[in-house]
Nanobody, 125 residues
Framework: QVQLVESGGGLVQVGDSLRLSCAAS????????MGWFRQAPGKEREFVAA????????YYGNSVKGRFAISRDNAKNTVSLQMNSLKPEDTAVYFC??????????????????WGQGTQVTVSS
């Protein structure tokens, strides 16, 4: 079983930066694709970013490409999301998610097996 705990959300201004972290339990963390998704009120859950088990491959949703960066530290079982140039439309609950080991990258939330509780990010104009 994998447990994921997000941290780092908060209220920021337009143009600010914020870094989210996700702490994961589980011995097979380094073999699992990790992802970040977000969900705004009244909207569907949206893919934000994903990273391969080794950290060598990263993937981004079009709305965050060039502004967000995903990274991981397998020694510490953590994955992070650095968010720069934040916009009001980035306001959402952000979720950390993990696939079972040895599964490839996916943009679909249904393909992820473990989820954190979410952390709120609010970008004020």
């Amino acid at each position: 079983q994998v447990q994921l705990v997000e941290s780092g959300g908060g209220l920021v201004q337009v143009g600010d930066s914020l870094r989210l972290s996700c702490a994961a339990s589980g011995r097979t963390f380094s073999n699992s694709v990790m992802g970040w998704f977000r969900q705004a009120p009244g909207k569907e859950r949206e893919f934000v970013a994903a990273i391969s088990g080794s950290g060598g491959a990263t993937y981004y949703g079009n709305s965050v490409k060039g502004r967000f960066a995903i990274s991981r530290d397998n020694a510490k079982n953590t994955v992070s999301l650095q968010m720069n140039s934040l916009k009001p439309e980035d306001t959402a609950v952000y979720f950390c998610a993990a696939r079972r080991p040895y599964n490839g990258n996916s943009y679909r939330s249904d393909d992820y097996d473990y989820w954190g509780q979410g952390t709120q990010v609010t970008v004020s104009s």
